[in-house]
Every structure is written in C-alpha cells, then in structure tokens.
C-alpha cells in the first residue's frame, strides 16, 4: 500500500511539473490563435481584447496557468478556441480509438518480440536467428510514416486490399459487417506501430535469452534431463518479463507520440489527429488537454508496470 501511494503522489508531482513546462512552453510561442488568421479577418481589435478577457487571456501569466490548474483538476480542460465545444468532449470521442491502437499494439509487441527473440536466441547462427536479426534491423531503423505511405501506396493504391484513410467504410447499423469493417480499417495502422516497435525490443530478448542459456542454472536444468519447454516455462521467462516489461513501459511515450503522425497520414479521428489539426490551429486549450492526458496515461503505464513488476517479484526495487 505504502509503493502505491508513493507512486501516486509521484504521479501527481510529475503531471503538475509537465503541466507547468507546457503551459509556459506553449504561451511562449510566437504566434496564438487570435493572431493565426482563423478569426474573421475584418473583426477589430476591441473584439479581439474582449475575446481574449471571455477566455480570460488579459490576465498575467501565472494567474492564468493558477485557473487552468485549478479547472484541470476539476476535469475541466475550457473551450476550444476553434469549435467552441468543451475540450473534455472533444477528447473523450477520440481517445478510446487511439486506447485501441496502442494498447493493442503494444500486446502484439509484446507478444511478437518475445517469440522471435525466444526462438532466435535458441536457434542461435541459424536461418531463423539470422532472419529475425535482419527483421529486427530493418524495423529499427524503417521510419513509421515511410512505412505507413508505402503500405497505402501498394495495399490500398494499387492492389485495392485495404482502405486508404478512415475508420468506417459501412454506415453505423450494429451490424458485424460494421465492427469487421472497423477492424479491417486498423490492420494497417496497427501493423505499421508493431513492426516499428518489434526490432529493438527482439534484439534486447535474444541478447538475455542467449546469458540466460549460459547461465550454471541451466546447465544443471539440463543435466537434470529438462526439456525446452521446461526451461522456457520455469527459467527463461520468470527472467525475462521484469526487463522486457520495463522496457514497454519506458516506451509508451513513443508509441502514443508516434500515434499523432500514423493518426494523421490514415485520417483516423483520434487524439493524435485533433493534436495535428489544434496544432494548426493554435487551439492552445485542445493541446494543452491533449499533453496532460498523454502525460497521464504515459505515467500511469509506467506505475503499472513498475506494479507488475512487483507481483511477478516481491524483492523489486521500486524506489
């Protein structure tokens, strides 16, 4: 009880440390929205100022970040200086789309990686290890967007396999044909994120799983007549979850990061879409909600792996 309250008070620490940095960061930028061109080019300056004292903009600095921490806190993230509408609306309508990308990813590297490192560690200078290696290689070092636009340019260009852009090809009737055909929309999307994510985390596998077979643990594993499958179960994978499991929770800023350019090039409303087009917009209230819930899922994938890692071994170091 005492790690999940210290991890609860780190948590909060953080976000209002990253809040503090982004609200300055941001209100430091040289342009703003009222400036940007989006208002109507023959509205005055008075209106302008009396925009600026509605959303409370005329008041110093730090009174306004002292307001918007206070609103935050209350789950009020204020109006979208673009639509209008309550920022808390905007979000919540895109976030469980951008949920299933990554959390759905992020199982599949999971499970992938583990595979390939585990089987290539033991077919070690053989045709399998050297083709995970490659693979591994060629999805660290292949850019997701390249990736993403050559996908759209073969499967949905020319062989017509896949849906360019979007969620929905099928009007929403509740039907299966409606939820295949969302489904069918994310194979690409999620495809591009997994094989992005597979090479280093594949590598880092195999290079444990190839110590861990040297180890004298397995040595006298073996010569007690144990087969593969028994040390798979009972030595290689009890050893092998706490780093790769820490390894996925310190990479959940790339992924939800990554999320904002696959999001934009497939056209899938989501939170990484509305962060590309506020951004455009200089929407500061949308962008602003958008970092602090990013912040906080990031934050809490970390504690709950660090949790994770404590039931799988009660003498983790957590602090």
Known sequence: MNIVLKKLLYLIVMLIIISLISFF????????????????????????????????????????????????????????????????????????????????????????SLYLGIKAAFSKSKFFDKFATQLSLLSFSMPSFYLALILILVFSVNLELFPIAGLHSVTNDGSLNYYLDFLWHLIMPIFVIVFAGIGSLTLYVRSLVIEILKSDYIF????????????????????????????????????????????????????????????????????????????????????????????????????
Request: net charge neutral; proline share 5%; aromatic share 10%.
């Open 25 to 112: 960061a941001i209100n430091l930028a040289p342009n703003s929205f009222f400036a940007s061109g989006e208002l109507n080019p023959n509205i005055t300056k008075e209106s302008i100022e009396q925009l600026k004292a509605v959303y409370g903009l005329d008041k110093p600095l730090y009174i306004q970040y002292l307001s918007w921490l206070s609103a935050i806190l209350q789950l009020d993230f204020g109006i979208s200086f673009a639509s209008g509408t309550m920022v808390k609306d905007e979000i919540l309508t895109r976030l469980p789309i951008t949920l299933i990308l990554n959390i759905s990813s992020m199982i599949l590297i999971f499970i992938l």
């Open 220 to 319: 006298f594993a073996k010569a007690r007549g144990l087969s593969k499958k028994e040390l798979l179960r009972y030595y290689i994978l009890p050893n092998l979850y706490p780093p790769v499991i820490t390894l996925l929770g310190l990479s959940l800023p790339a992924v939800i990061g990554g999320s904002v350019i696959l999001e934009t090039i497939f056209s899938i409303d989501g939170m990484g879409l509305l962060f590309y087009k506020s951004a455009l917009a200089y929407d500061y209230p949308v962008i602003m909600g958008i970092l602090i819930i990013g912040a906080f899922l990031t934050l809490l994938g970390n504690i709950l792996a660090d949790l994770v890692l404590l039931k799988l071994n009660p003498n983790y170091n957590n602090e």
